[in-house]
């Protein structure tokens, strides 16, 4: 169970492009997904949360209009990295819990370059 | 805010020696959960600890919560090659914030 599912698994595009990642929930409702940012050999740094229906919760620093997250339904969050550049070029993750204090289960993450 | 800070950065074993991975929040932690990342791969759930004290095991992994719900451990018995990869602990503060602040992780490298 829990399983999280997440595409695509690589991008590679050129700058200007927007990127739209999905991320699903297979087997749960979600009311709250999370969007994470990895950089090589470094820890996972939280970009905001997504809530079912209502407005992303974005962590500071992070540009609301650079990445456009929707959470459509319970069991569907999407990130949309607008007009990327190379600097946006970085291992996308995406996770769901099915309630607070439980476990947070991961995608297998999107790979972004843009060159 | 808060900060969970994950000691060593780094630890190289020979295959069968013993590996531990410590995690200390600043503030007291509703429950914290560990992660192990392959390389290339995404994190994957280990355990979750919620009582203070606690103490779970996991074949040849144990964890630890601290008393005061601050601190945490995991320890790896008789590391194998299939341990390889980075293990990351993750506070919980609780409420109905569902964030998870994670630490920097280990990275563990075994030698066969």
């Known amino acids: 169970g829990a399983v999280v599912s997440q595409h695509p698994s690589w991008v590679i595009c050129k700058s200007g492009t927007s990127v739209k990642i999905e991320c699903r929930s297979l087997?749960?409702?979600?009311?709250?997904m999370f969007w994470y940012r990895q950089f090589p050999k470094q820890s996972l740094m939280l970009m905001a949360t997504?809530?079912?229906?209502?407005?992303?919760?974005?962590e500071q620093g992070v540009e609301k209009d650079k990445f456009l997250i929707n959470h459509a339904s319970l069991t569907l969050s999407t990130l949309t990295v607008t007009s990327a550049h190379p600097e946006d070029s970085s291992f996308y993750i995406c996770?769901?819990?099915?309630?607070?204090?439980?476990?947070?289960?991961f995608g297998d993450g999107t790979r972004l370059s843009i060159l | 805010g808060q900060q969970v800070m994950q000691i060593p950065q780094y630890q190289h074993v020979q295959e069968g020696e013993d590996f531990t991975t410590y995690c200390n929040s600043s503030?007291?932690?509703?429950?914290i959960q560990w992660y192990k990342q392959r390389p290339g791969g995404h994190p994957v759930f280990l355990i979750q600890?919620?009582?203070?004290?606690e103490v779970k095991k996991q074949k040849r992994l144990t964890f630890q919560f601290g008393e005061a719900k601050k601190n945490s451990s995991l320890h790896i018995t008789a590391t194998q090659t299939t341990d390889v990869g980075t293990y990351f602990c993750?506070?919980?503060?609780?409420?109905?914030?569902?964030?998870?602040?994670f630490g920097k992780g280990t990275l563990l490298t075994v030698n066969p």
């Open positions: 087997d749960f409702q979600a009311t709250t």
């Open positions: 503030t007291t932690l509703s429950n």
């Open positions: 600890l919620v009582k203070s004290g």
């Open positions: 993750a506070g919980n503060s609780g409420g109905s914030n569902y964030k998870l602040t």
């Open positions: 997504s809530n079912e229906g209502s407005k992303a919760t974005y």
């Open positions: 996770s769901a819990s099915q309630t607070s204090n439980q476990p947070q289960h």
